[in-house]
């Protein structure tokens, strides 16, 4: 058994489109129109065949309330995987990407979490060497 996908919950399709792929650097892998939303999935360009990020519209009643607690307490959403968390901050802050939590070193790992303008708190974690 592995992964295939995983979810975040979205305020606009199209905007986390341009995020996700124009920003972070992620790829669409599915578009696929269903009515008045989309099957809208990115993935890694390291791992194009890997696990799927389904950028999933918000419009579920539960879902506002769920996402605004996670974000009034600073939990992320999901979390990425970096080589280099400072580095990917500097790249990601000269996009224009506001971080609600600097680099901080967590005990043999290294995280950092963001704003990712569609609703949501992302972290990105740099794991030691070898993992």
Not at 9 to 25: H, I, P, S
Not at 44 to 54: F, N, Q, R, V
Not at 99 to 104: D, G, K
């Amino acid at each position: 058994m592995r992964i295939y996908l995983t979810q975040v919950f979205v305020e606009d399709q199209a905007a986390a489109e341009k995020f996700y792929t124009e920003v972070l650097g992620f790829r669409v892998k599915h578009d696929i129109p269903l009515g008045d939303a989309r099957w809208l999935t990115v993935v890694s360009p390291d791992a194009p065949d890997g696990t799927e990020l389904l950028l999933e519209p918000n419009g579920h009643p539960a879902v506002g309330p769920y996402t605004r607690a996670l974000v009034a307490d600073g939990i992320p959403a999901a979390s990425f995987a970096v080589d280099d968390v400072r580095a990917e901050c500097d790249r990601l802050q000269d996009k224009g990407v506001r971080f609600t939590q600097p680099p901080t070193d967590m005990g043999g790992v290294t995280i950092a979490v963001f704003d990712d303008t569609c609703g949501n708190l992302i972290q990105i974690v740099q794991l030691p060497a070898g993992s």
